[in-house]
């Protein structure tokens, strides 16, 4: 098998991100943030920012048009106009020829603020008489809310019947009812959100670190009312993803300020604001509850659930549902009624956005961990309830969808049998183990386009839409067309093309772009082979929405906990995955131990800390992401043989293994302690707390 297309150039330091686009006569920009959570803008004093050397322009909400941008919900001003909601949000905008000169004039802007009372609760924000974050959120453009709202809703969706769940509940033999919390978290990419704009004869040019540069074209198109043959976004290797580069952030601006100055202008940020002040995951409080009948047979599941989603609803492309793994919650199981209520708020704190499987990771963790708390009131073991449940092949799940193949009694066999013998534990500390399901569809081709040319030295061009988020994709577009063609996978060359150069791409995400390339590869290796006297062919594949392939993955986690101190070690996490064809090994591998090393993360260490309105973990000092030395030991078993989506038989994989794996670590505490952590991340306070609180209430025993 051939390398990957870009690991020289990465190895070496050649590859190009956004930041690193150099234009002639370019200079930069950088911004003023808001340092209140809510206030009225009194006025500004711009007259030291424009005396500094090298400044060229000193830009607020007055130099810019009065409309508001976002994916579906237009609720994001260019800046800050009238108001602020958070702190971090742009308020002004210093272009200089470097940016050293630019960030010493950005700390001479002077900014009154009048400052107002903060919503800063995302469930007392819902409340009736709670302050307003915006007057009318139900004007903007695609809002999925009214007036009839409680005047802090982003969106609100129900799912199921909530009467027949309380009576099922009412009725249950053995019942929870618990709610849990999962913090607000950075999605880690190593690339910060940088953006290069320059106005060429009329045209607007771009460079962006966004996975969709149609995407950007169209909704820059459509913020600034301007046809979209009018822009052209440009091919840039995207330094990292995982949900967190679909917005267009910063692109108007970068844009309007290159309008304004007549040069082209870069806007890079530091990684500090990155973290404080892009588009996070939502924090969440849970409620979880669960009924069965005396053999541990499920009768009923209810999620009700609140989410901050923080200043602005537009870094959502579907706000109302956006948060989907929530309507997914009880999937893998055989269960007859399944309510959930889901409702996302406005607070004046830095607005929440996508992150890998959205909201799938809150809902596993919430609903896996009730599941091992329903287990030890039927007095079974929790493994026994889950078999017992399970989803069996004909059998539909809880949206009345029968699976053309169901494995979740397969792979959680697998898990078992790969987690067999014991962990060796530090002397006199507690252990136990934990288990985690989750099951996801795989979403068929979303539309793209490609284009092949033949080469003068006999080789082959591919020009593909999609960029290359850092997962391999282009490698997997090479691989498919060589077989398709019959050809040395090196005698294919993926290119990366401007938008003005083919029809359309989604972008990436959604855990969709391989079965999109196969299927584009496909039309185009027919295309190909009808070509005539052509030298080269464009296609385009439409979407095709449908979803009827689903995967299991179960992971099993063995911890150690010292009882002294509450400090847990991970000592070895388990993944069973339901696999079908795989295209390239090596990436696969990566894709599923990637994802289970987010996972821990998610469960261990990640928080951002916002408290009063403020993103506290504001470094990566502060916000601690998983490095080689944390990650435990990593076991990983296909079970293999799967159906997949055609034409390549294949099945989802970015977004499977960091779902389930907090779950099955809190579930694994609860087991070695008989203490239950009811929020993330799993702090040894947190643990050493609770396993006081029972010494005291059970005469010194644990």
Known sequence: MAPR?????????????????????????????????????????????????????????????????????????????????????????????????????????????????????????????????????????????TKADPVNTQSHVTSGDAAEANELLARSAHMVD?????????????????????????????????????????????????DPSDIVVHPVAIGGDFGGKGLIGETPLCVQLARLTGRPVKLAVRYSEDLSATSPRHSMALRVRAGCDRDGRLQVLRVDAVADGGAYAGFKPRVNVDLSGLGDAGSPYRIPAVHTDVRIAYTNSVPRGHMRAPAAPQTTFAVESALDELALKVGIAPVELRRRNLLRGGEPNIHGITWAQCRGQETLDAALGAASGQCPAPAGWLTGRGVGVYDRHTTRAARTSLRLAAEDDGGIRA??????????????????????????????????????????????????????????????????????????????????????????????????????????????????????????????????????????????????????GQVWSGTLGEFKLPSTRDVPPLDTVLVTGGSGIAPLNIKAAGELTNVPTAAAIANAVAAATNVRVRSLPIRAETVWAALQHERTTTGGRV
């Open 178 to 226: 618990k709610t849990y919390a999962t913090p607000s978290g950075h999605q880690g990419y190593l690339e910060p959100q940088a953006c290069v704009a320059s106005v060429q004869d009329g045209t607007i040019q771009v460079w962006a670190s966004d996975k969709s540069p149609y995407r950007v074209r169209d909704e820059l198109a459509a913020c600034l009312k301007l």
């Open 5 to 145: 297309i870009d690991a020289v150039a990465k190895a070496r330091g050649a590859t190009r991100y956004a930041a690193d686009t150099m234009l002639p006569g370019m200079c930069h920009a950088v911004l003023v943030r808001s340092p209140v959570k809510h206030a009225w803008i009194g006025g500004f004093d711009l007259t030291a920012a424009r005396a500094v050397p090298g400044v060229i322009g000193v830009f607020t909400a007055n130099d810019m048009p009065e409309i508001t941008f976002g994916r579906r919900v237009k609720d994001i001003p260019i800046l800050a106009r009238g108001k602020v909601r958070f702190i971090g949000e742009r308020v002004a905008a210093v272009v200089a020829e470097t940016r050293a000169q630019a960030e010493e004039a950005a700390l001479r802007v002077d900014v009154q603020y009048e400052e107002l009372p903060p919503v800063l609760d995302a469930t007392a924000a819902l409340e009736p008489g709670a302050q307003a974050v915006h007057d009318s959120p139900w004007e903007y453009p695609g809002a999925v809310v």
């Open 463 to 612: 020009e593909v839409a999609v960029p290359e988020t850092g997962t391999g994709s282009h490698t997997v577009a090479r691989r498919i067309l060589a077989e398709g063609l019959g050809v040395p996978e090196d005698t294919v060359r993926v290119v990366h093309v401007p938008t003005d150069e083919l029809p359309y791409d989604r972008g990436a995400g959604g855990s969709r772009v391989s079965v999109g390339l196969g299927a584009v590869a496909a039309a185009a290796v027919k295309a190909w082979a009808d070509r005539g006297e052509q030298n080269a062919v464009t296609v385009e594949i439409d979407d095709d929405l449908g979803a009827d392939v689903t995967s299991y993955c179960v992971q099993i986690a063995d911890v150690a906990v010292d009882p002294a101190t509450g400090e847990i070690r991970v000592l070895r996490i388990v993944s069973a995955v339901d696999v079908a064809d795989i295209l390239n090994p090596a990436a696969h591998s990566m894709q599923l131990d990637g994802g289970t090393a987010m996972g821990y993360g998610f469960a261990c260490l990640e928080d951002l800390q916002i408290e009063d």
